[in-house]
């Protein structure tokens, strides 16, 4: 029997949805919708202030009703049931929070029409659907992975005009959602941690039916393969078939988006039943390594587009918002520059170190997950937790310290963090507040708060990190008394 609380939490989120794909049909992320738009030009629009009250009454409800179960639904089942039931509205909605799945559309596009999108822009190559894309991704190259770009311009040859080719790669992303849910349960089983809770966290959240499925974002193709070749390894540890396909999903989720890379090394730990040697750590990450960069070389191959999309990835960083820590804290330095006459051009230093700092921590962060593990083995325990957990904590890491940060890039540690998190509040609350930061048309309220939105980054980073150090001066006080 399902507590009253759990079913008016239910309801609150589904009417949460429908209000969000009301907002959608009103105002969404059209393909005839204006572009360089912002609230208050929303505002004056004929539909405007019903847009923007059904887009935040919805997502108040959507925050609220996933934020009042963090701690776990009432059954996996509920969880699954219940935010079906929340995706339903938004599957049948227009584009919501971004104009992406334009570009994928006209990436596929392209690249059916023969044109290499790792060098030709969409702009140049001609895509019919240009208006359609936001100007600052027109002549860019793809940034994607070859196996996202077969993806897309399978979603082009199915679906024939616009509409279709959305509908395709909604379609595709929803698969990558179902994959990820069928894994879920039995990776959490592994880990220890309720299904109920870890299904809950990761799929009935805002930013999932807002941006994965309403959206249409890739992040769901990858996690779903991602947390698939995770659960290979947990299924069948140590065995090199296993190894080998787990590495071959991992390789596919990386031609996806590169992001997926960072689990990797931690997956090789998550795959080592026996005593975590270094020969058995080698032995490991060697049959892993060979399905990754089989699945690498077969997928290049395929497509024909050979590695041209490692470049594409220097363009991800064109986009500068606040919402990006070390993004942030270089509109901080150069304001305080401008101040004094001077003109830092702080940004690409700023994001240069925390790229730096970025591959410090994911070596600490593998270090400290293997030492743990190796101490395991002397008291006879051996999770999958431990290296599940230090992926969680590599994508968070990479979350924080990349360039640039959009609302959906939150669900990739998400999903992991649902599985391993002994607390929820501290990755939960920002994680909701991140499902405030898109308008349904696609624009970014980072946009039009540069300022103010910097200021404030900085001084949240300031704060953590003076806590976070009177915390470590207080512990190492309690161990020396």
């Not at 591959?359 to 190796?374: F, I, K, S």
Request: hydrophobic share 55%; proline share 7%; glycine share 12%.
């Amino acid at each position: 029997m399902t507590a009253p609380g759990a079913s008016l939490s239910r309801y609150a989120g589904l009417v949460g949805a429908v209000l969000l794909a009301v907002a959608g049909y009103l105002g969404g992320a059209l393909p005839d919708a204006p572009l360089g738009v912002t609230p208050a030009s929303i505002w004056r629009t004929p539909d405007g202030p019903a847009t923007l009250t059904c887009w935040l009454i919805g997502t108040v409800l959507l925050v609220g009703a996933w934020w009042s179960l963090r701690e776990g639904a009432p059954s996996t089942r509920w969880a699954y049931v219940t935010a079906g039931l929340w995706a339903l509205p938004l599957l049948l909605a227009p584009p919501l929070g971004s104009r992406d799945v334009y570009s994928y559309a006209c990436q596929g596009w392209t690249y059916a029409h023969g044109v290499d999108p790792y060098t030709v822009g969409v702009a140049a190559a001609g895509c019919p659907w240009l208006d359609t894309v936001a100007p600052i991704w027109r002549d860019t190259p793809a940034p994607y992975g070859p196996v996202f770009v077969l993806l897309a311009a399978l979603a082009v040859g199915l679906g024939g005009g616009l509409t279709g080719t959305i509908v395709a790669l909604r379609v595709i992303a929803v698969a990558g959602l179902l994959l990820a849910a069928l894994c879920l349960p039995a990776l959490a089983r592994a880990a220890g941690v309720p299904a109920r809770r870890a299904v809950w966290l990761a799929l009935a959240g805002p930013l999932v039916g807002v941006h994965l499925v309403a959206g249409a974002h890739n992040d769901a193709v990858m996690l779903g393969l991602l947390l698939c070749g995770l659960l290979v390894v947990v299924r069948r540890p140590g065995r090199p078939a296993a190894l080998l396909l787990a590495g071959a999903l991992l390789g596919l989720a990386v031609t996806v988006k590169a992001t997926a890379v960072v689990v990797v090394p931690f997956a090789v730990l998550t795959g080592m039943p026996d005593q975590h040697t270094v020969r058995a750590l080698l032995r490991h990450a060697g049959w892993l390594a060979g399905g990754l960069l089989a699945a690498l070389l077969v997928t290049s191959a395929v497509s024909g587009l050979g590695f041209g999309w490692v470049g594409g990835l220097t363009h991800s960083g064109d986009s500068e918002q606040w919402t990006s820590p070390p993004t942030a804290v270089g509109f901080v330095v150069d304001y305080a520059g401008a101040l004094v006459g001077r003109d830092p051009q702080a940004v690409p230093v700023v994001r240069a170190v925390a790229l730096l700092l970025l591959v410090g921590v994911l070596l600490v962060l593998w270090w400290r997950a293997w030492q743990t593990l190796r101490a395991g083995d002397d008291a006879g325990k051996r999770s999958p937790r431990v290296a599940l957990h230090g992926a969680a904590l590599a994508l968070v890491a990479t979350v924080v310290l990349s360039p640039v940060f959009h609302p959906w890039y939150a669900t990739w540690p998400l999903a992991l963090l649902a599985l391993t998190a002994a607390r929820t509040t501290w990755f939960v609350l920002p994680t909701a507040a991140a499902a405030f930061l898109a308008l349904p048309d696609g624009t970014n309220l980072a946009r039009v708060t540069k300022a103010p939105g910097a200021l404030a980054m900085t001084a949240l980073l300031l704060t953590v990190l003076i806590r976070t150090l009177r915390a470590r001066r207080q512990r190492g006080r309690g161990g020396a008394g």
